[in-house]
């Protein structure tokens, strides 16, 4: 890492305040990357940035390429002229602690229509360029999203056989049916682009810098697999999957975790040098600075359930690319900035793979208690190529994880910090995680706020109540940055 030492704060976009019901990339982008900067941080963590699916989640979705339209902010267009004060007069109010997606959607996408018309008026060149240079997947997409629609948001595998299996004339009459839905999605996605590509200028322009998500796995329902079927452990028929992804019984869900997206089919990926994942990370490096690889102990070996399994007990592990996957990857693309998420049942065979091309994996201090001195989550036994975090967008906020504890768990915490205010348990643990010889600290925006549970992003295993909290503009005040600065400056994580 070419940065001794450094931290910053994991945030979604969705976070972000707004008036249209979910966060975006307008004015609270911008205010939250200032916040970062004053308050002494270098990195700005989001979850992965893509269109969501089922549940809302970011690692459920319609495309591992395309950004979430959900995202655009209307008020960056009103200032382009493609909305005018009318169009965001009668804004309906919505709850300011969550993201209110559905209704939110409904009204985005009413905006964005709008937009698009107005759009049409002006010249195209550079949407004409943006369209020309992304064709690799945004065709595809673009395709995807408009046959989903006309087919009342059925899965593709439910679609008529013709556009199911993608046979030429299916996909020559779809396009020419559907040719405006089409052009409107391609729009949708150069506005992302464009929006996105102020925020990424705007954060370096203040020294931010940007680590990204990329989902080990893809969903079904996908323009990825539709497009790639042979990429991906199907039934050479209907098109469901006859292997699915999860991890067997862990910390979270005593019945393992089943979540459902099709095996990679590695034997074909192989054959193709592994040209599906070079675009993929080719394509997030346009957004971000570094790339976090979640559940990066697939690559070493992966669970695998029967596609009509009802729990991830019964699956088995299966060996994946390993090493020879990276470096075909970094002989076609260099050297990649990767962070691993080498969370969960990890074998010495990860952590040879991991230190093979110098990854630095993830500490969570949330799970550093209560097993004796040889944890390896408890600070003293870090490396320092690591990345330390109060907890993940998978935890309880710090506050409510501690309030949940034993007795004898707070107990365990509070030998190993010494003395601790328990009203402020998350800025014990933001200490620890600066004091650390990790490289880089990250703490979730709940944790640097003293949130409870409530504000809690998700849980594992949960499909309903996720992915939905926001913090209000107020929240980042001076004194709340100024008190961040002078922790980060205290444990030598300012940089120079």
């Given at each position: 890492?070419?940065?001794?030492?450094?931290?910053?704060?994991?945030?979604?976009?969705?976070?972000f305040?707004?008036?249209?019901?979910?966060?975006?990339?307008?004015?609270?982008?911008?205010?939250?990357?200032?916040?970062?900067?004053?308050?002494?941080q270098?990195?700005?963590?989001?979850?992965?940035?893509?269109?969501?699916?089922?549940g809302?989640?970011?690692?459920?979705?319609?495309?591992?390429?395309?950004?979430?339209?959900?995202?655009?902010?209307?008020?960056?267009?009103?200032?382009?002229?493609?909305?005018v004060?009318?169009?965001?007069?009668?804004?309906?109010?919505?709850?300011?602690?969550?993201?209110?997606?559905?209704?939110?959607?409904?009204?985005?996408?009413?905006?964005?229509?709008k937009a698009?018309?107005?759009?049409q008026t002006?010249?195209?060149?550079?949407?004409?360029?943006f369209c020309?240079?992304?064709?690799?997947?945004?065709?595809?997409?673009?395709?995807?999203?408009?046959?989903?629609?006309?087919?009342?948001?059925q899965?593709?595998?439910?679609?008529?056989?013709?556009?199911?299996?993608?046979?030429?004339?299916?996909?020559?009459?779809?396009?020419?049916?559907?040719?405006?839905?089409?052009?409107?999605?391609?729009?949708?996605?150069?506005?992302?682009?464009?929006?996105?590509?102020?925020?990424?200028?705007?954060?370096?322009?203040?020294?931010?810098?940007?680590?990204?998500?990329?989902?080990?796995?893809?969903?079904?329902?996908?323009?990825?697999v539709?497009?790639?079927?042979?990429?991906?452990?199907?039934?050479?028929?209907?098109?469901?999957?006859?292997?699915?992804?999860?991890?067997?019984?862990?910390?979270?869900?005593?019945?393992g975790?089943?979540?459902?997206n099709?095996?990679?089919?590695?034997?074909?990926?192989?054959?193709e040098?592994?040209?599906?994942?070079?675009?993929?990370?080719?394509?997030?490096?346009?957004?971000?600075?570094?790339?976090?690889?979640?559940?990066?102990?697939?690559?070493?070996?992966?669970?695998?359930?029967?596609?009509?399994?009802?729990?991830a007990?019964?699956?088995?592990?299966?060996?994946?690319?390993?090493?020879?996957?990276?470096?075909?990857?970094?002989?076609?693309?260099?050297?990649?900035?990767?962070?691993?998420?080498?969370?969960?049942d990890?074998?010495?065979?990860?952590?040879d793979?991991?230190?093979?091309?110098?990854f630095?994996?993830?500490?969570?201090?949330?799970?550093?208690?209560?097993?004796?001195?040889?944890?390896?989550?408890?600070?003293?036994?870090?490396?320092?190529?690591c990345?330390?975090?109060?907890?993940?967008?998978?935890?309880d906020?710090?506050?409510?994880?501690?309030?949940?504890?034993?007795?004898?768990?707070?107990?365990s915490?509070?030998?190993?910090?010494?003395?601790?205010?328990?009203?402020?348990?998350?800025?014990?643990?933001?200490?620890?995680?600066?004091?650390?010889?990790a490289?880089?600290?990250?703490?979730?925006?709940?944790?640097?706020?003293?949130?409870?549970?409530?504000?809690?992003?998700?849980t594992?295993g949960?499909?309903?109540?996720?992915?939905s909290?926001?913090?209000?503009?107020?929240?980042?005040?001076?004194?709340?940055?100024?008190?961040?600065?002078?922790?980060?400056?205290?444990?030598?994580?300012?940089?120079?």
């Open positions: 890492m070419p940065f001794p030492r450094a931290s910053g704060i994991l945030l979604h976009p969705t976070s305040p707004s008036s249209f019901g979910i966060g975006d990339l307008g004015p609270g982008a911008y205010h939250f990357i200032d916040f970062l900067a004053d308050s002494g270098k990195f700005w963590q989001v979850l992965p940035l893509v269109p969501t699916g089922y809302n989640s970011p690692y459920m979705s319609y495309s591992a390429l395309a950004g979430n339209p959900l995202l655009i902010s209307p008020e960056e267009l009103r200032q382009k002229g493609l909305l004060h009318e169009d965001l007069a009668n804004v309906p109010e919505f709850p300011p602690d969550k993201a209110d997606f559905e209704p939110a959607a409904v009204l985005k996408l009413d905006l964005l229509q698009w018309e107005r759009f002006q010249p195209q060149e550079e949407f004409i360029e020309q240079q992304k064709a690799g997947w945004l065709d595809d997409f673009a395709l995807f999203m408009a046959v989903k629609q006309a087919n009342n948001n899965s593709w595998n439910q679609w008529e056989p013709g556009i199911a299996k993608r046979e030429p004339e299916a996909i020559k009459t779809w396009q020419n049916s559907l040719a405006a839905e089409i052009s409107f999605q391609k729009y949708l996605q150069f506005e992302f682009f464009r929006q996105w590509s102020y925020i990424k200028n705007y954060a370096h322009s203040r020294g931010i810098e940007i680590i990204g998500d990329i989902p080990i796995y893809v969903a079904h329902d996908s323009a990825d539709w497009a790639n079927p042979h990429l991906f452990c199907l039934h050479p028929e209907t098109g469901a999957a006859t292997l699915v992804a999860g991890v067997p019984p862990d910390y979270f869900s005593a019945t975790q089943l979540w459902g099709p095996i990679y089919n590695w034997y074909a990926m192989r054959r040098n592994y040209a599906w994942w070079v675009k993929r990370f080719a394509a997030l490096l346009e957004l971000v600075d570094w790339i976090r690889i979640d559940h990066f102990r697939a690559f070493e070996s992966y669970w695998a359930v029967k596609g009509d399994e009802k729990t007990i019964n699956g088995r592990w299966i060996k994946g690319p390993r090493s020879a996957f990276f470096k075909s990857i970094e002989q076609q693309l260099g050297r990649l900035p990767i962070v691993a998420e080498d969370l969960g990890i074998t010495p065979a990860v952590i793979l991991l230190n093979e091309f110098g630095a994996g993830m500490k969570i201090l949330q799970f550093a208690f209560g097993s004796g001195s040889g944890n390896p989550y408890l600070p003293h036994g870090f490396v320092r190529n990345i330390v975090y109060t907890g993940t967008h998978d935890n906020t710090t506050a409510g994880w501690f309030a949940q504890l034993s007795e004898s768990q707070q107990e915490v509070r030998d190993y910090l010494g003395r601790i205010d328990e009203e402020d348990i998350a800025w014990d643990l933001i200490r620890a995680a600066l004091s650390s010889v490289d880089w600290a990250i703490f979730p925006l709940q944790d640097v706020l003293g949130l409870g549970t409530a504000a809690r992003m998700n594992p949960t499909s309903e109540g996720n992915w909290w926001r913090y209000q503009s107020e929240s980042l005040t001076r004194e709340l940055g100024d008190r961040l600065r002078k922790l980060t400056e205290t444990y030598g994580r300012i940089p120079s």
